[in-house]
């Protein structure tokens, strides 16, 4: 069974940085694109970063230059560096896996191409 534990939330001020971590088991995400995608209080969820199979990355606009995502094939891990941290970055972030086996190419925006989630964890940014 696969799981996804996001971890390294919490409560920074304006202009600070967190570092998220997601840890995979039960599937090798060295074959997979992973993403992150976060959920603000009363918003839909959306994209916020993903890396391919061949670690290529894609950022949503709000964050690029901001946030960087990475990953450690012998930690079956990936991380989601977040920097200059704004209010507006204030949301549930959650990891999820790809659907597709060694994919470099597709709509890494559309939550139908991840079919494993995490639970999410707590960002909140003060201003």
């Known amino acids: 069974q696969v799981q996804l534990v996001e971890s390294g939330g919490g409560s920074v001020q304006a202009g600070g940085s967190l570092r998220l971590s997601c840890a995979a088991s039960g599937r090798t995400v060295s074959n997979y694109a992973m993403g992150w995608f976060r959920q603000a209080p009363g918003k839909e969820r959306e994209f916020v970063a993903a890396i391919s199979w061949s670690s290529n990355t894609y950022y949503a606009d709000s964050v690029k230059g901001r946030f960087t995502i990475s990953r450690d094939n012998g930690k079956n891990t990936v991380y989601l560096q977040m920097n200059s941290l704004k209010p507006e970055d204030t949301a549930v972030f959650s990891c999820?896996?790809?659907?597709?086996?060694?994919?470099?190419?597709?709509?890494?925006?559309?939550?139908?191409?991840?079919?494993?989630w995490g639970q999410g964890t707590q960002v909140t940014v003060s201003s």
């Open positions: 999820a896996l790809h659907k597709y086996y060694r994919t470099d190419y597709s709509s890494w925006e559309r939550q139908d191409q991840y079919d494993y």
